[in-house]
T-cell receptor, first 111, second 115 residues
Framework: NAGVTQTPKFQVLKTGQSMTLQCAQD?????MYWYRQDPGMGLRLIYYSASEGTTDKGEVPNGYNVSRLNKREFSLRLESAAPSQTSVYFC??????????FGSGTRLTVV | SQQGEEDPQALSIQEGENATMNCSYKTSINNLQWYRQNSGRGLVHLIL?????REKHSGRLRVTLDTSKKSSSLLITASRAADTASYFCATDSAHSGGSNYKLTFGKGTLLTVNP
């Protein structure tokens, strides 16, 4: 089925560990996004990529890095995880002036 | 900071009643979108209204947009228990000279529809 695929779905990290969240879309969308969602909050933008080869910071980029590997894939890396990064992470893609398509999320816990 | 603010934060109604949620935002927009999120799940796009549109319908959903007041409303008619979810408004705005677009979310309205 066409859409946005995120892996893994769940992850537990120890403080200081690193990991990469993977995201891939098969809809040939140019723009891709990473959001985090904390309890009682809406989604906050971490980083986005308007097109292959470009990335820009969003509202809460500190502690994260991203890579737009190709048009399909946009990964989010935590170099040294902190408890404050415990959250649910969503990847999304956008096609022109249409609604965004979201992945099912990665639930990350940092202990 | 978050662009949209939904009102109310929580809404509880009986099945069959209508539910109205409001959203206010701060800056100019390309379009405004509404999403639904069931507990613990991903977001589902419901409806998009462009900045030059005033009203849009999709099934039991009706969205209005007032750009002069920077506000929007989502009406769900004849609600069902399955409509129980969080509803978010999100504004799509251009940045970096108009070539890049970002979607900015409000904190959401938790709708509970009682059978």
């Amino acid at each position: 089925n066409a859409g946005v695929t995120q892996t893994p779905k769940f992850q537990v990290l120890k403080t200081g560990q690193s990991m990469t969240l993977q995201c891939a879309q098969d809809m040939n969308h140019n723009s891709m996004y990473w959001y985090r969602q904390d309890p009682g909050m809406g989604l906050r933008l971490i980083y986005y990529s308007a097109s292959e080869g470009t990335t820009d910071k969003g509202e809460v980029p500190n502690g994260y890095n991203v890579s737009r590997l190709n048009k399909r894939e946009f990964s989010l890396r935590l170099e040294s995880a902190a408890p404050s990064q415990t959250s649910v992470y969503f990847c999304a893609s956008r096609y022109r002036d249409h609604g965004y398509t979201f992945g099912s999320g990665t639930r990350l816990t940092v202990v | 900071s978050q662009q949209g603010e939904e009102d109310p934060q929580a809404l509880s109604i009986q099945e069959g009643e209508n539910a109205t949620m409001n959203c206010s935002y701060k800056t100019s927009i390309n379009n405004l979108q509404w999403y639904r999120q069931n507990s613990g799940r991903g977001l589902v796009h419901l409806i998009l209204i462009r900045s030059n549109e005033r009203e849009k319908h999709s099934g039991r959903l009706r969205v209005t947009l007032d750009t002069s007041k920077k506000s929007s409303s989502l009406l769900i008619t004849a609600s069902r228990a399955a409509d129980t979810a969080s509803y978010f408004c999100a504004t799509d705005s251009a940045h970096s000279g108009g070539s890049n677009y970002k979607l900015t979310f409000g904190k959401g309205t938790l709708l509970t529809v009682n059978p």
